[in-house]
């Protein structure tokens, strides 16, 4: 690789680091150590880099010591695995001090890892970013040999949300009329457009996600997987939001798509769904109570964004409610989130961590507060696990109490701020 072509990719990148301003994010990194940076297309993993960045500089460090490449920068198209050295030459060639590296998007170079080892084991400081879960396969963990921390970066939670907006979500806000008023009033974009940074700043907000949607599909998953049938694949994505709230099999799509005339084999629905979540696109939350093929199997599939799941859905607000909590519970607990479901029993969803059985419900009738505080009570009595219960809706809040359980409602606004530090809990009694 031409070295001069290389320093130019790097001033160009650091140029664009020194004037971009950032929102600080909730997510905390050991210098000392080094870090594969994954998660959703447009979802923040470059920014987190730019502020290590700023960081670095602003702490002493020379930016010819920084070395920053983009591998999605067209100039670098031809870049193969025999031109790493390159980097390393061309480092050396700007700094004799220590140098810091940031390689963006790596996974665009077959073989990537075998230079991601390579630079641990040589002391070098490293951080690397990809948008595809391959990168937390069995076999790349075994590569790079726990040499490399993973830092899962998701867009931006609520809170984040409204740093970025300039509105105040202190305790202090939260309970004031007026700091109450401005929440609510931002969650309403929060909701249906999601929380990709970027689109903070574009006024047709619902576009800009549709061009990051199309990039997930094309690009990450029917590109790079080779996939001819993207008219199957577009079609897949719109069932499964379709079915958001509701388990759904293999077989079941399968049968659906092919209903509809739709030609593609169960083995394709099965990859395709594989793509989808090695992409971030979606995601799936197991039963508690079904066997393990079951759960392997019948799944909730939620999306990793509020914005993307509207792309499909016409006024189809339960479900966006139901996707926004899946996403937060999702984020800080991944794989020990459950549904419940058995014959007697229908819960949203049980977070083993912490007991907490939760219902969402856009709004409580008479009707529908009776059968959720049946349905979590069913949960106390057949989850010996349990200890807490919630009802999720999107504005009604107070305290139910039913054979001596005792139901929390909590307002969606609530919830997502202070899920992390029990302020919910507190204010509802």
């Known amino acids: 690789m031409n070295h001069e072509l290389l320093k130019k990719v790097i001033f160009d990148q650091h140029e664009i680091i020194r004037n971009f301003t950032i929102v600080e994010r909730e997510y905390d990194f050991d210098m000392n150590a080094n870090y594969v940076v994954i998660g959703l297309r447009r979802a923040g993993k470059s920014t987190l880099l730019y502020k290590l960045v ?58 990537w890892e075998k230079f991601a080892r390579r630079m641990a084991d040589s ?6 970013t990809g948008s595809n ?18 830092k899962y970066v998701t867009p931006y939670n609520f809170r984040e949300y409204l740093k970025a907006k300039n509105t105040d979500s202190s305790e202090e806000a939260i309970l ?26 574009y006024r047709d907000k619902r576009e800009y996600v549709s061009s990051i949607y199309q990039k997930v599909l094309l690009g990450d998953i029917a590109s790079r997987n080779n996939i001819r049938n993207t008219n199957g694949l577009r079609l ?15 077989s079941k799509l399968y049968n659906t798509l092919n209903t509809i005339g739709v030609n593609i084999s169960k083995d394709a629905v099965i990859d395709y769904i594989r793509y989808a979540r090695q992409s971030f696109l979606i995601f799936a939350i197991r039963s508690w109570f079904s066997k393990f093929v079951d759960k392997e199997t019948t799944p909730k599939y939620y999306f990793n964004d509020n914005g993307l799941l509207n792309l499909f859905l016409d006024r189809a607000e339960p479900r ?10 999702w984020n800080a607990y991944r794989d020990r989130v459950y549904y419940l479901k058995s014959q007697h029993l229908d819960a949203d969803f049980f977070v083993e961590d912490t007991g907490e059985v ?17 349905l979590l009570v069913q949960a106390a009595h057949s989850v010996k696990e349990a200890t ?42």
């Open 54 to 111: 700023q960081d670095l500089v602003a702490s002493g460090t020379d930016w010819n010591q920084i070395i920053y490449i983009n591998f999605e920068d067209e100039r670098l198209a031809e870049f193969s695995l025999s031109d790493f050295d390159d980097i390393l030459a061309v480092q050396a060639e700007l700094s004799n001090k220590t140098g810091w590296f940031f390689l963006d998007e790596v996974q665009n170079v077959y073989g």
């Open 123 to 128: 002391k070098e400081h490293t951080f690397i």
């Open 133 to 150: 879960a391959k990168m937390l396969s069995a076999e790349i963990e075994n590569r790079l040999g726990g040499r490399y921390l993973t």
């Open 176 to 201: 004031s009329t007026k700091g109450s008023g401005k929440i609510r009033k931002e969650l309403e974009s929060y909701f249906y457009f999601g929380g990709f940074p970027e689109n903070i700043a």
């Open 236 to 250: 897949l994505m719109k069932k499964i939001a379709e079915s958001v709230k509701d388990e759904v099999s293999y």
């Open 320 to 329: 966006l409610l139901e996707n926004l909590v899946a996403i937060t519970l």
């Open 358 to 374: 939760i219902q969402v419900a856009y709004s409580l009738s008479d009707t529908s507060d009776d059968r959720e505080t049946k």
């Open 388 to 429: 807490r219960f919630i009802i999720i809706t999107w504005e009604e809040e107070k305290v139910l109490t039913q054979d001596d359980i005792t139901i929390e409602v909590i307002p969606i606004w609530k919830w997502l701020l202070c899920y992390s530090n029990n302020f919910c809990k507190s204010t509802t009694k």
